[in-house]
């Protein structure tokens, strides 16, 4: 194991893995910084030749961010989105066409998989904490007693006066499962504008990659769900999106099962049967609402789902730590996760 990756380390200019840049692999003409967007950090790395390039691009993503957070945050007070969830069995609320866009996009992603992928998950928020020190697991009955709350066919949308509402009172929405692969396309966005080709962005599971590294294709590492320093598989990728969903991220044990943050909507537990997901995609957006998606699915309807859409390409790792990846998907290298 060591051999393999300090052999792609050599052959490859800017290994990235989606959870983390190698600083040994920084080099002339790479730039990288870091600003925050939605609780994670969103890292931008651009290959320019002129420092200054690079400055005005990092600045420009920042602003995209902070307007993106104002909009999309459901923990921020006076945000579209939290006004929403307080009208919930009140009022329909108007809302930015861009928050109507994400919430239209998500209701389309809970129908294409059944609701596994459900935004109205976050009608159970209080009752499940993953903050380090604070966490907690509710009870059945807690749990039993929101589920009626959480169903996507209960988010009205009128397209014609841009309003959303949630039928119930008590309901929310949270788009974090979609919201960071939209910020990703946006800082992008901002950076092919201020006329950079080659760059890479990525909010925690959630990666962008633009034209290509300073000595060849951008080389990305798909990590074991298990061993955080461990790569399973590499790709080259150029114009593409990367997502990722694990049960690592948010996460605790309590009496040796592991509580993670991906919740199956049908149960208001998280979801058995995977421990990462990787979907590469046209865009952003798309591919982390189906990393989550299919992460909730499982490996079989979730390899169903990815095989049905066109451009999409997945790897999932299963909850007995095998690999299952879809025909299109071309890997530069995989291993099998260390552990069964
Ligand atoms: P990450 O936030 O680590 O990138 P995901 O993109 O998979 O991971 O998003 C997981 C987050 O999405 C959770 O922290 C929670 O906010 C929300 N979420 C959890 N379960 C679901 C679900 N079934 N459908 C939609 N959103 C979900
Ligand atoms: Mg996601």
Same mark, same amino acid.
């Given at each position: 194991m ?12 800017a290994?990235?893995?989606l959870s983390?840049?190698?600083p040994s692999a920084a080099?002339a ?8 967007i939605m ?9 320019v030749?002129?420092a200054?390039?690079?400055d005005a ?6 602003d995209?961010m902070?307007r993106?957070?104002a909009l ?10 939290s006004?929403?969830n ?5 009022k329909p609320v ?12 998500a ?5 294409a ?6 935004v ?14 604070n966490e ?8 039993d007693g ?8 209960n988010?009205?949308?009128?397209p014609?006066?841009k309003?959303?509402?949630? #039928?119930?009172?008590g309901?929310?929405?949270g788009l974090?499962?979609i919201? #960071?692969?939209y ?6 966005k ?7 080709k080659d ?7 959630d990666?962008?990659v633009q034209?290509r590294?300073?000595d060849?294709?951008w080389?990305?590492g ?11 598989a590499t790709?080259e ?8 969903s694990g ?6 044990? #309590?009496d040796?099962v592991?509580? +993670? +943050?991906?919740?199956?909507? #049908?149960t ?7 421990r990462?997901?990787t979907v590469?995609g046209?865009d952003?957006?798309t591919t ?5 998606a299919?992460f ?9 789902l990815?095989k ?12 007995n730590?095998?690999?299952h ?10 291993v099998?996760?260390?552990r069964p």
């Open positions: 060591e051999f393999f990756i300090k052999r792609i380390q050599l052959a490859f200019t290994l990235i893995f983390a840049l190698i080099q003409g790479l730039f990288t910084k870091k600003t925050s609780g994670t950090d969103l890292e931008v790395t651009v290959s030749e002129d200054s390039l690079a691009a990092f600045s420009s993503v920042e995209e902070a993106i957070e999309m945050s459901e923990w921020k007070e006076g945000t579209p989105v006004d929403i307080r009208h919930a069995g009140i108007a809302v930015p066409d861009e928050v109507f866009k994400i919430i239209t996009d209701v389309l992603i809970s129908e998989s059944g609701g596994a992928f459900d109205t998950w976050a009608s159970m928020r209080g009752l499940w904490s993953f903050t380090p020190g907690r697991l509710p009870s059945k009955d807690e749990v929101r589920l009626g709350l959480v169903d996507y066919r988010i009205v949308l009128d014609a006066k309003t959303v509402y949630l #039928k119930k009172r309901m929310a929405i974090g499962a919201s #960071k692969g910020a990703v396309d946006f800082a992008m901002m950076i092919a504008s201020s006329g950079i760059a890479i962005v990525k909010a925690g599971g990666m962008r034209g590294g300073p060849g294709p080389k990305i798909i990590r074991d769900p298990r061993e955080k320093d461990r790569l399973i790709l990728v150029s114009n593409a999106s990367i997502s990722t049960d690592y991220e948010r996460s605790f044990i #309590k040796g592991l509580y +993670h +943050h991906i919740m199956d909507p #049908k208001g537990f998280p979801a058995r049967g995977t990462s997901v590469l046209p952003t957006e982390d609402a189906l990393s989550t299919v909730v699915l499982g490996p079989v309807a979730g390899m169903g990815i049905s859409l066109k451009g999409i390409e997945a790897l999932i790792v299963d909850s730590g095998r690999i990846s879809s025909p299109g998907i071309s890997l530069v290298a995989t099998a996760p260390a």
